[in-house]
């Protein structure tokens, strides 16, 4: 025989405050989670349908919901920022500041001499994607080349095009 339902009825009224003042989806179908089976009698496998998802996701929402409502948001994990960091974005501040020394003097900046001193600071190697993403995080660029020579003339060069002798003939 089946265990008797039992509702939480602190938590339907807290799932009724979470739905109402919803601003995402997910916040939204954990409240449902909890209020579809609390007040329409539904069972798990009715309330997964009515929410699209599994039957198992139902029990996960409600305890996600359930935790939710326990800690105050403070408290609330957060998965953004970067977990895997080598270097504080002050420490990477702090490495790059000799080489923007040297480009803001018009040095041109390289690579392969950054990812070498990034390896020593670290103790171990890294790969090039690590050097280029640090850089693009600091707002460093790539600079391309102009489209002409700084010291092109172009009055010399039409006056060459007009002037110039044909390298080919017509047979």
């Known amino acids: 025989m089946a265990r008797t339902r039992r ?4 938590l339907v009224t807290q799932a009724q405050v979470v739905a109402a003042q919803a ?18 009698g539904a069972t798990l496998e009715q309330t997964a349908m009515l929410l699209g998802v599994g039957r198992a996701s139902v029990v996960r929402l409600q305890g996600r ?3 939710f409502c326990a800690k105050p948001e403070a408290e609330r994990p ?11 974005p002050e420490e990477e501040k702090a ?5 923007q020394d040297e480009s803001n003097v ?15 600071k670290l103790g171990h190697p890294v790969a090039a994607s690590v050097v280029y993403r640090m ?3 600091h707002g460093w660029r790539k600079v391309a080349p102009d489209t002409r020579h700084p010291k092109s003339d172009p009055q010399v060069q039409d006056e060459w095009k007009k002037n110039s002798p044909r390298l080919w003939q017509r047979l």
């Open 65 to 67: 919901l359930r935790e």
């Open 78 to 88: 957060n998965w953004g920022g970067r977990r895997r960091a080598s270097l504080t």
């Open 95 to 99: 490495f790059l500041a000799r080489w």
């Open 135 to 137: 850089l693009a995080r």
């Open 7 to 10: 509702v939480d009825m602190e």
């Open 23 to 40: 601003n995402d989806v997910e916040s939204l179908r954990c409240a449902q989670a909890v209020l579809l089976p609390a007040v329409l």
């Open 106 to 120: 018009g040095e041109v900046s390289v690579a392969s001499p950054l990812r070498a001193a990034l390896a020593q």
